[in-house]
C-alpha cells in the first residue's frame, strides 16, 4: 500500500462513521433539531447557527467568522433529508468543509440520539424572568439574514449525556425547550431530577420527587422508565414555569454564570455546582 493510501484511510473512514452517525441518529428528526447560535469550537470562528428549513426537511448552517480586515463574514452550508452536506467555504474561511461537517452532525446525534425519551408535554413553557449572563456570557440577540442567533450552549446537553442515570428526557419540542435526566436518590424513596435548557440565558433546577410504591422494579427496567416518563409529563401538564417549580417542589437553580475566563473548563463553575449537587444527593 502506497502512502496515499495511508493517508486517504482515515478520512474514508471518518466519512463512513459520520454517514451511520445520520442513518442511525439524524435521518428523519430534523423536527427535533434545535435551532439557535451555537459557540464554536474552531479559533476564528464566532459561532455557528443551524435553522430548519420549511417542513424540516432540509437543515440550513451559517457560520459566522471575521475576515482579516476584521468584518463580518459567513459561510453557508445545507443537510438534506438524504444527508447530503452541501457547501463551499469562503477562501478565507478557518476551518475546512469536513471541520463543519463533522461538528454539525456530532452536534445533531447529540439532540436527537435514541438516548432520549420524548415527553409528550413542553417542560417549563411559561414565561419567567431570564437569568442575566455572568462575565464574558452572550445575551440572546434575535436573527440576522434569516438566520437564528441566540446563543446556545451545546456543553450542557453533552454534560447530562455523561452523567450516569436512570434516564434522559425532553420535551415534545426536543432540545428547543428544557431538557432532563432521573437519578436514584441517596434518600429512601427519592428520586433525584435535574433539568436544564442548552439556551443562554436559562438556569439549571433540580429537584426530588416520592417514588412511588407502585413503581415496577428494578428501576432500570424499561417498565420502571415508562411509568417514571408518565409521572414526569403529568408534573410538567401542572407546573408550567421556574417559578411554579421552585414554589411547589423546592427546586435548587443552578445560573450559568462564567468565572472572567470565557472559555475552558475553568470557565464553567455551573459544571462543579451541579457535579457537587449530584455528589451529595444521587446514590
Do not use: C
Amino acid at each position: 500500500m502506497n502512502s496515499e493510501s495511508f493517508s486517504s484511510a482515515p478520512k474514508s473512514s471518518e466519512k463512513e462513521r459520520l454517514q451511520e452517525v445520520f442513518e442511525s441518529e439524524i435521518r428523519g428528526n430534523f423536527d427535533k433539531v434545535s435551532e439557535g447560535n451555537y459557540e464554536s469550537p474552531f479559533p476564528g470562528i464566532s459561532s455557528i447557527s443551524v435553522l430548519r428549513g420549511p417542513g424540516n426537511k432540509v437543515l440550513y448552517v451559517k457560520a459566522w467568522y471575521e475576515n482579516e480586515e476584521g468584518k463580518e463574514r459567513s459561510a453557508e452550508w445545507s443537510l438534506s433529508e438524504s444527508g447530503m452536506f452541501s457547501g463551499k467555504p469562503p477562501r478565507d474561511f478557518p476551518a475546512t468543509h469536513e471541520d463543519v461537517k463533522k461538528f454539525v452532525f456530532d452536534l445533531l446525534a447529540g439532540q436527537v440520539g435514541s438516548s432520549w425519551g420524548v415527553l409528550g408535554v413542553d417542560i417549563l413553557p411559561g414565561a419567567d424572568e431570564l437569568e442575566s449572563p455572568g462575565p464574558g456570557g452572550n445575551s440572546p440577540s434575535g436573527k440576522k439574514e434569516g438566520i437564528i442567533r441566540e446563543p446556545i450552549d451545546p456543553e450542557r446537553v453533552q454534560f447530562f449525556e455523561n452523567l450516569p442515570v436512570l434516564l434522559r428526557f425532553v420535551s415534545k419540542e426536543g432540545f428547543n425547550n428544557y431538557f432532563g435526566v432521573v437519578m436514584a436518590a441517596k434518600e429512601a424513596g427519592k428520586l433525584l431530577v435535574l433539568i436544564d435548557s442548552q439556551r443562554v440565558g436559562n438556569a439549571a433546577y433540580y429537584f426530588s420527587l416520592n417514588l412511588p410504591e407502585e413503581i415496577p422494579q428494578p428501576l432500570t427496567s424499561d417498565e420502571a422508565k415508562d411509568y417514571i416518563e408518565q409521572h414526569l409529563e403529568g408534573l410538567f401538564q401542572e407546573v408550567e414555569t421556574k417559578g411554579e417549580l421552585q414554589d411547589r417542589l423546592g427546586a435548587g437553580r443552578v445560573v450559568h454564570f462564567r468565572t472572567r475566563e470565557e472559555k475552558g473548563e475553568t470557565g464553567r463553575v455551573w459544571k462543579e455546582k451541579l457535579r457537587a449537587i449530584v455528589s451529595a444527593q444521587a446514590a
